[in-house]
């Protein structure tokens, strides 16, 4: 029998009154990249602690390897690596040093400790103190530190926030390697394109409620109508032209760009439009797919605390 790594059942959290996590229900398979996606404030960090335990949910229950985490809080965490929020160290003292200290009452090899700095590509840095780290560098020693009990469920919330592009990618080639180790792993963001190009299933919740679960692939092979960004002059004949073709739908303004909804079969048709009446055409730009897919599910919502 194929149980789920991890699976949430009618999960629920309130805060003053107010619905943070409203009855979740998903899974999470094995060797999954499995990306929990939402706008800020949508119940993601919530939804973690509720996972790990650190919070009690009001109803429902969290699975982990088929043990039930209310019933079975250590048993069921055992093999559960993870990093939310931003790591916290001791900045006058060493990476090494560090892990020895998280990891003292888990009796963690030194040989584990400088396995894992290399893994996330610290073991030249491994001395040195945390107070000559930068941003990057202090995220990379929050994923070390989840990996010390070499886990098979790796948690990571949020792990590239504040990271400039190349940390970005190199947390994210990191998190496809892990895979390709076998680890599932299970992915918080609000980042769409981070979501996009590391995960194999997702699921989008916005004001605690689940939106929609499932293969990516599937999903996005769902969706037709794409947002496409039109810059073009001059601007109020082309959006006159763009209100009377019957393929293009909520024409908004946003400056000196249009922005449409057309399916990607007619955008040629709508530069052939456009050019065809005299308009200069300087950009048509159709967005990722997964960022038109994600604002047409959660772009009428409001967002509540996470």
Known sequence: MNIPVLKTKNLSKSFKGRKAVDGLDFEVREREVFGFLGPNGAGKSTTIRLMLSLIKPEIGDVEIFGKSVSKFKNDALHGVGAMIEEPAFYRNLSAKRNLQLLTALEHVSRRRINEVLDLVGLADRGDDKLKTYSHGMKQRLGIAQALLSEPKLLILDEPTTGLDPRGMKE???????????????????????????VCTSMAIINQGKMVITGKVDDLLGEQDLFTTEIRARPLEKAKTILNELEFVRNLTVAGDTLKVAVSTRNLSAVNEALVGNGIRVSALIPRTSLEDYFLSLTSEEEDVED
Not at 174 to 190: K, N
């Open 171 to 197: 947390v994210r080639e990191m998190i496809v390697s892990f895979a390709r180790e076998g680890i599932t792993i299970f992915l918080s963001s609000h980042l769409l394109h981070e979501i996009e190009q």
